[in-house]
């Protein structure tokens, strides 16, 4: 079972940043691929960005390359979410997770965080 609690939302003005954190219990987070996941309201959830579990390879949607920024850190158990040059339409409930896997490629999350909402302002 893996526990996933993520923090770092918050309101900001377009333009602008946030890192989201994701802070990962129980078995073998080192050997997982995890990902960032968001859902707006009114839209289905959405694949933002996964990473594999070393790091080497790196997925994102196309709607948020080259402004967004996924990473991980396996001593803290943590993965993050370096989002920049923020737009409106970046705001969602952003949700963290975790996949059986370890590559991230075609990645297909098993455990959910309970998400931290984004509220991007014009």
């Known amino acids: 079972q893996v526990q996933l609690i993520e923090s770092g939302g918050g309101l900001v003005q377009a333009g602008g940043s946030l890192r989201l954190s994701c802070a990962a219990s129980?078995?073998?987070?080192?050997?997982?691929?995890m990902g960032w996941f968001r859902q707006a309201p009114g839209k289905e959830r959405e694949f933002v960005a996964a990473?594999?579990?070393?790091?080497?390879?790196?997925y994102y949607a196309d709607s948020v390359k080259g402004r967004f920024t996924i990473s991980r850190d396996n001593t803290k158990n943590t993965i993050y979410l370096q989002m920049n040059s923020l737009k409106p339409e970046d705001t969602a409930v952003y949700y963290c997770?975790?996949?059986?896997?370890?590559?991230?490629?075609?990645?297909?999350?098993?455990?959910w965080g309970q998400g931290t909402q984004v509220t991007v302002s014009s």
């Open positions: 990473i594999s579990w070393a790091g080497a390879s790196r």
């Open positions: 129980g078995r073998a987070f080192g050997n997982r691929a």
């Open positions: 997770s975790a996949a059986e896997t370890r590559y991230s490629e075609n990645y297909y999350p098993n455990y």
